[in-house]
């Protein structure tokens, strides 16, 4: 049993029945979820232009408004998310976030009015809140206490890396679509 207590993945005290590939996983996971988190931000402004034909003069408006009523909805839905993770379990709260997310993706090219944008964005909003609650959960069950600063480390090195790519790699995609 003191194997299973002392199970390490590198410099990280691992919770006993955490296996290193579990543990290994949430990294890229972490990576990816701040990727996608961020790429509708990045990618509203080509949105808002090529497809709603909204003026650039007014685009900063339209962001804001969608921006602040995103987080309202975060913030209002993350203890929700929180409270049905310990009811249903991780998982399925998990899965239903991404699942909203990519329904959110699936429809955010397709929008033809404002209103349209306010609910894709309240929709991923809420997948945000379930996956983004769920992923902090993690945080705290896959690491010993000892550990835990190291895995926190880790893992906003990971999300750095994603928004990394986010901004320098996917947000060219536009001009690549449009060349072809």
């Given amino acids: ?7 390490k993945l590198g410099p990280i005290f691992l919770m006993p029945g955490v296996g290193r590939m579990n543990a290994l996983s949430f990294f890229p996971v972490a990576l990816l979820n701040t990727s996608v988190f961020a790429f509708m931000n990045f990618m509203q402004p080509y949105v808002l232009e090529e497809h709603l034909g909204i003026a650039r003069h007014i685009q900063g408006a339209v962001v804001g408004s969608v921006a602040t009523m995103q987080e309202l909805i975060i913030i209002a839905m993350t203890a929700l998310m929180g409270a049905l993770a310990d009811k249903v379990g991780r998982r399925p709260v998990f899965s239903i976030g991404l699942i909203l997310m990519a329904i959110a993706y699936f429809c955010f090219p397709l929008m033809t009015s404002l209103y349209q944008l306010y609910m894709v964005r309240a929709l ?14 993690y945080t705290g069950d896959y690491p010993q206490e000892r550990s835990r600063a190291k895995w926190n480390g880790f893992m906003g090195l990971f999300q750095g890396v994603g928004v990394t790519i986010t901004s320098a790699l996917l947000v060219k995609m536009p001009a690549t679509l449009t060349e072809r």
């Fill in 1 to 7: 049993m003191s194997q299973i207590n002392n199970q």
């Fill in 124 to 137: 991923f909003a809420i997948g945000v809140a379930a996956a983004s609650t769920v992923l902090i959960i």
